[in-house]
């Protein structure tokens, strides 16, 4: 493999482990909510395009070295990787092919623990750091297939924040697997052919050199980018829940229990000056949706009723009590809303 290709392929890889740490770190703090951010869109195909570049200069190694399994199995996960990514670029730009998704998923991670064990195997070769590099995509592309398996087809065995907390604990392991390559590329450098000066294989070179850059300058742009709008989305998120937080303090919290003993928390808030010789009218709000039904702040965190009726001036002038129903969780992973018997 020519020396000029080796070092383009470790900066490719250095770029690519780069950038998926920052996806990692930001998932981290906004969940799925990176993935409605302005910013991601573009970012996502710039890292796929890293990635696909990576793959390629990789495959092109094994071809070198005759690594004949890794070949194979590597050029089908790469193919299986274009598929997802364009598949992700149409589901983030025309909220398409979503239903595809979940079985790309599931192949890609099947070729990628089977990549992983021709890598193991390269072990054999003396070639350690690539068997280094298998061992941890099997065990983390074994644990994430495990995972979707049992969400597929067992989906009320594990909740929707579990996959979460999981997919991003296995984007953080996996922006490893680069850095891994990267090691074992570093081992090689002296090991492989540098001497090579033919024309076509220097224009290649060029080439890939000048894509490298147009890359970098794109990945700085947009991770710069991303990262603004996500500490952005982070600063109002926490306002939000602050503001929320102090309105919830007007609340007295209290659970209601019927004759067959099932229970329904709520939040109740009275009118200033209340006199409980006298009736009011009742003002019932459901809680914002998409929050956990433990979460007595965030549940209200969005209910316009909530914040329209508790203000100082409302509760003085319109004499009513507001009630806010806290649904939660049954048994059998179902909501439900208890009447009076």
Known sequence: ????????????????????????????????????????????????????????????????????????????????????????????????????????????????????????????????????????????GLHFLITIIRMVYFPAGILNTTIEKIAQWTDLASSFVPLLFILHFLRERKKLPGSNTEMPMQKQVIGLMASGIVCFILMLIYGVWIFSESRAKMYWAQYNYNKTKELAKLFEFKIFKNSNGNTLMYELLRPLNYDSSKKYPLVVSLPYGGQPGTDTIKQIEGAVAAELLSTESNRENILHLFLFLIVHPAEDGEAFLITRQ
């Open 1 to 140: 493999m020519n020396a000029g290709l080796r070092n383009i392929l470790i900066f490719f890889l250095g770029l690519f482990t780069a950038a998926s740490l920052l996806q990692s770190m930001i998932r981290f703090q906004l969940g799925p909510q990176i993935f409605v951010l302005d910013s991601f869109l573009w970012w996502f195909v710039i890292i796929s395009v890293t990635n696909f570049t990576a793959s390629v200069l990789t495959l092109k190694y094994y071809q070198h070295q005759n690594y004949k399994f890794a070949l194979f199995a590597g050029a089908i996960s790469t193919i299986i990787n274009i598929c997802q990514a364009i598949v992700g670029f149409t589901m983030l730009e025309y909220h398409k092919l979503s239903s595809y998704n979940i079985p790309l998923l599931l192949l890609s991670l099947v070729i990628g623990i089977v990549y992983a064990i021709s890598l193991i195997f390269l072990g054999l070769k003396r070639k350690y750091w690539l068997a280094i590099t298998g061992i941890f995509m099997f065990i983390v």
